[in-house]
C-alpha cells in the first residue's frame, strides 16, 4: 500500500512539473544587458507570428488567435491576416506584402514560362522555314524577351524593395479596413466623384416623382383618350350600354313610337272623350251658357211659362 500512495504521489510530482502553469503579476523582463527573448511569438494571443508553414497557421490554437492577427508564412514568404471574427481558418487574407527575392523570383518564372510559351508558337508558325533561320529567330526572340525580364525583374525588386522598408504592417492594416469591398461596398459619410453616367444612368434627370414631365410615349398614349369631364368620341363608340349611363330600363324607341305608359293611361281613364263623352256622377263647372242655352230657364215643364 505505502509503495501505491509513493507511485502516486510520484505521479502527481511529475504531471505538476509537467503541466504546471505560473500566475504572472508584472510582465516578464531579462536582467539588464540580457538579449535573450521574453517569450515565442507562436505561444502568444494574436499579434504578429512567423511560422513555417500554411498548415502551421491553420493549426493555431483558438485560445491563442484575435481578429487581426498578423502570421507570415515561410514556406510561402507572405503574411496573412485574420480577418473573421469566429476565428477560424474561413478568412485568412493575404495582404499582397512579399520580399523583393520572392516577387523577382516569382516574375523570372512567369517571363521564363511566357518566353517557352511564345517560342513554342513562333516555332510552330515558322515550321516551314530551315533549320538555321528558325534557329537564329529563336535565339534573338529568346535575348529581346531575356533584356525585356530583366528590365522588369530590376524594375520591380526596386519598387518592392521600397515598399518593404516603410514596414507599416499595422498602418497598412488599418488603412484596408477603410475601404470598401469592390462586391457590395457600403459607404458611410457624403460620397464624390461618382455620377449618373457610371453607373448607366446617363439619361436620366435628378427631378422628383412628383416634377417629373410626361414624356413622348405617354403623352402619344394620353392623345388617344377622352377626358373624363365633357368627353368627346369619335368613330364607332363600343363597349359602352344602357345599363352604363343609368338607363337599364329604357327602350331604344323614337318618340314617335313610344307606348302610352301605365301612369299615362291610368290618367286617360279618368277623362271624358271629346266624343260622346260619358261623365258619371256629379257633374259640376258646365252652365247653360257652355252648352248653347243661355237663355233657356231651369223650369219643369208644367212650371213654364
Do not use: C, E
Not at 364607332?236 to 350600354?241: A, F, K, L, S
Amino acid at each position: 500500500m505505502k509503495k501505491i500512495l509513493l507511485l502516486y504521489v510520484v505521479f502527481q510530482l511529475t504531471y505538476t512539473v509537467t503541466h504546471a502553469q505560473i500566475k504572472l503579476l508584472d510582465f516578464i523582463s531579462p536582467p539588464n544587458g540580457a538579449t535573450n527573448p521574453t517569450h515565442l511569438d507562436s505561444l502568444g494571443k494574436g499579434g504578429f507570428m512567423s511560422l513555417p508553414t500554411i498548415s502551421d497557421r491553420d493549426a493555431i490554437p483558438t485560445s491563442r488567435r484575435k481578429l487581426g492577427m498578423l502570421v507570415y508564412v515561410q514556406a510561402v514568404d507572405s503574411i496573412y491576416k485574420l480577418n473573421t471574427a469566429t476565428l477560424d481558418n474561413s478568412n485568412w487574407v493575404s495582404l499582397g506584402i512579399y520580399s523583393a527575392a520572392k516577387v523577382k523570383n516569382d516574375t523570372t518564372f512567369l517571363l521564363q514560362r511566357r518566353d517557352t510559351i511564345t517560342l513554342s508558337n513562333r516555332i510552330d508558325q515558322l515550321s516551314a522555314v530551315s533549320a538555321k533561320t528558325l534557329t537564329d529567330t529563336a535565339n534573338g526572340l529568346r535575348a529581346k524577351i531575356k533584356l525585356d525580364s530583366i528590365a522588369i525583374t530590376t524594375r520591380i525588386a526596386y519598387d518592392t524593395s521600397f515598399l518593404l522598408q516603410k514596414n507599416d504592417t499595422s498602418t497598412l492594416s488599418a488603412r484596408i479596413d477603410l475601404k470598401a469591398n469592390t462586391y457590395s461596398p457600403t459607404f458611410t459619410g457624403t460620397v464624390s466623384g461618382i455620377n449618373s453616367t457610371m453607373v448607366g444612368l446617363g439619361n436620366v434627370n435628378n427631378t422628383s416623382d412628383a416634377n417629373k414631365p410626361i414624356s413622348t410615349l405617354t403623352q402619344s398614349a394620353l392623345n388617344l383618350k377622352a377626358n373624363l369631364l365633357s368627353p368627346s368620341f369619335s368613330g364607332t363608340v363600343t363597349g359602352i350600354d344602357k345599363s352604363m349611363v343609368g338607363l337599364s330600363a329604357v327602350t331604344n324607341t323614337a318618340d314617335m313610337d313610344k307606348p302610352v305608359s301605365t301612369a299615362t293611361q291610368t290618367q286617360l281613364n279618368l277623362k271624358a272623350t271629346l266624343l260622346s263623352p260619358a261623365f258619371s256622377g256629379t257633374v259640376t263647372g258646365i252652365d247653360k251658357t257652355m252648352v248653347g242655352l243661355s237663355a233657356v230657364n231651369n223650369t219643369a215643364d208644367l212650371d213654364k211659362p
